[in-house]
């Protein structure tokens, strides 16, 4: 009961009720349990106006957390997970490419990225067993980019509920509506479905209709 996010509490009542029925099956003597699921509402993400801009801003205040951002945008990747334990052995030779084992990535299947060439120009490469971050062994803990990037939107205008994955969004988008490829998209966010795909499509500042698709007078 504690959970704000309805998204959060009906992934742990859905698990909640998975044991009570395995208790249940196997004669112990509990309860249904009587909570009952929160609507979800949708959150409509909106890209970024001008991403080279906010982009310059985030170089000239803190490279890593620009980094990140560019490598969000650039490469579709999920900022704190997937981007924040990248090392150099992940990246191909010339750099053109970021290859991630199953066990990186959400959907658990193996991923190989282009990566564009102004993303390649801010890599410089290292040891490849080094954080491209860190440029140590360990990575930063979970919540370095979070934090940056919050002290970041103190100090300068950023549009309201942009966050960190607004980048992936804008990216997204910007696929979108230049290929109208759901399966490009899919590939692109390295989801596991296109069912995936279209539920992240209503997420996104995309219009299904045009105005020639309107009734006309």
Known sequence: MRYTNNT????QRRQ?????????ENSFPVKKSCLKARKQVEVLHKPIADINILLEALKGYNYNLY?????????????????RLLTWRDFSE?????YLSGKRVKNKRNRIVPVPSYVRKE??????????FTNEKHPFNESYFSNVWRR??????VEEGTTL???????????????GSLIKLQKAMGHSSLNVSLTYLRGL???????EDMPMV
Not at 165 to 179: D, L, Q, V
């Open 123 to 132: 890599l410089k490469g290292g040891d490849l067993h080094l954080n491209i």
């Open 205 to 211: 500042e995309v219009a299904e209709l045009t105005e």
């Open 165 to 179: 994955y607004s980048f992936r969004h804008t990216a997204a988008i910007e696929i979108y509506t230049r290929t």
């Open 152 to 157: 970041f939107k103190r100090k300068n205008p």
């Open 8 to 11: 959060s509490f009906n992934t």
């Open 67 to 83: 980094l990140c951002c560019l490598l969000a945008y650039g490469c579709l990747l999920r900022p704190h997970r997937e981007i």
């Open 16 to 24: 909640l009720n998975t044991l009570l029925l395995f208790l249940q």
């Open 94 to 98: 010339d750099l053109c490419f970021i």
